[in-house]
Structure formats: structure tokens, C-alpha cells
């Protein structure tokens, strides 16, 4: 596959708690989708410049190595990456997860409707 053609069902999903990490990867690949995770932005992005492009980034802002907001960073200078929508997944609160620029936000504990709808609006 092009790398520069992102993958429809595919999504990368960076969260530090692997609880929420496994629970929400079941979720979504029983829905159909392919999901990459990683437990902090550093590994998130390697995944991102090992494997196909994702069709959206699910991303925690409170994490260990590199934070969110770290990554989100990263990705904006990254002419590539930061064509990718990024959904904030936070507790951190919405005041907090406003200060950075995404496609939308999520608050933990997340609904699982509220989630698939996310998702199903950029990965179709």
C-alpha cells in the first residue's frame, strides 16, 4: 500500500493505561477495524513511520517518554502526519484538551457509542 494513501480502517491508537488500551483496541477491531497502539507518544510515532498511514489517531494527552501534546506537536511538523485527524482521549479535562489543536475530543471514561460514531466519521 502507498504510504501516503492512508488506510481506511486502520487507526492508531496511543494510550499509556493498558486497560484502556486493550479494551478499546477489542472494541474497534471487532467492529472491522485495524488497530496499531502504542502506550506514549515516542511509540506512536514510530508505529507511524513503520506502518501504513492510519485514517485517524486516537490519542491520550497524559502519558509517560512523550505526552500528547508532545506528539501532537511533532506530528504538525511533519508535512506527511499532520494531515492525519487526531481525536483527543483524555481525563485531563476539556479545558486542558482545548489547548491543542484536533479534530475532536473524547472524555474518559468514553462511551462506546460516542467512540464508534468518532471513529466512523473519519474512517469510512
Known amino acids: 500500500m502507498d ?4 488506510c481506511n480502517r ?7 493505561d493498558r486497560d484502556i488500551r486493550e479494551a478499546m483496541q477489542q472494541l474497534l ?3 472491522g477495524y485495524s488497530v496499531q497502539t502504542a502506550a506514549n507518544g515516542r511509540e506512536g510515532l514510530d508505529r507511524l513511520h513503520s506502518t501504513d498511514q492510519p485514517c485517524l489517531i486516537l490519542l491520550d494527552l497524559m502519558m509517560p517518554v512523550m505526552n500528547g501534546w508532545e506528539m501532537k506537536e511533532s506530528l504538525e511538523k511533519d508535512e506527511r502526519l499532520s494531515q492525519i485527524p487526531v481525536v483527543i482521549v483524555t481525563a485531563a479535562g476539556l479545558d486542558k484538551a482545548k489547548t491543542i489543536r484536533s479534530s475532536g475530543i473524547l472524555t474518559k471514561p468514553v462511551e462506546v457509542e460516542t467512540l464508534l460514531n468518532t471513529v466512523q466519521s473519519h474512517c469510512h
Do not use: M
Open 29 to 31: 477491531e471487532f467492529e
Open 3 to 6: 504510504s501516503a494513501q492512508p
Open 10 to 16: 486502520c487507526i492508531l491508537l496511543v494510550e499509556d
